[in-house]
């Protein structure tokens, strides 16, 4: 018996018809086991849910977060905004950022956190 592939540009949807919910993805890097696209329950995939997991330490070492919404045909790197709202909620619990995370923030935190220097006259 011998199978062959039909060639078409379809490509079956990995997210359920009635989510028209923005779905967060963390690609996170798992050491000697390589980087991967960690798996996400679809009811969880929000971003409140991410940002709390990555607060508690769910990921070893995040690389980029991918945002997209089907419903609305978009996809986006969010990992600056991410980072910087990672970090602007440790500051309002004057606590340090996970180790978990630090790396991430810092290369994804742009924003340039230098104080402005005032010239006296």
Same mark, same amino acid.
């Given at each position: 018996m011998e199978f062959i592939m039909r060639s078409s540009s379809w490509t079956p949807?990995?997210?359920?018809?009635?989510?028209? #919910?923005?779905?967060?993805?963390? =690609? @996170?890097?798992?050491?000697? %086991? !390589?980087?991967?696209?960690? #798996?996400?329950?679809?009811?969880? =995939? @929000?971003?409140?849910?991410? %940002? !709390?997991?990555?607060?508690?330490?769910?990921?070893?070492?995040?690389?980029?977060?991918?945002?997209?919404?089907?419903a609305e045909h978009w996809a986006e790197d969010v990992s600056e905004d991410v980072a910087r709202e990672l970090r602007r909620r440790c500051d309002l619990q004057m606590r340090e950022l996970p180790h978990t995370i630090s790396d991430f923030v810092e290369r994804h935190d742009v924003r340039d956190r230098r104080q402005l220097t005032l010239r006296l006259v």
């Open positions: 949807s990995i997210v359920p018809n009635d989510n028209v #919910e923005t779905v967060y993805l963390v =690609a @996170d890097d798992l050491g000697r %086991l !390589g980087r991967a696209w960690r #798996e996400a329950d679809c009811e969880t =995939a @929000d971003l409140e849910t991410v %940002l !709390g997991d990555l607060l508690t330490g769910q990921y070893s070492n995040p690389i980029r977060i991918v945002a997209f919404n089907t």
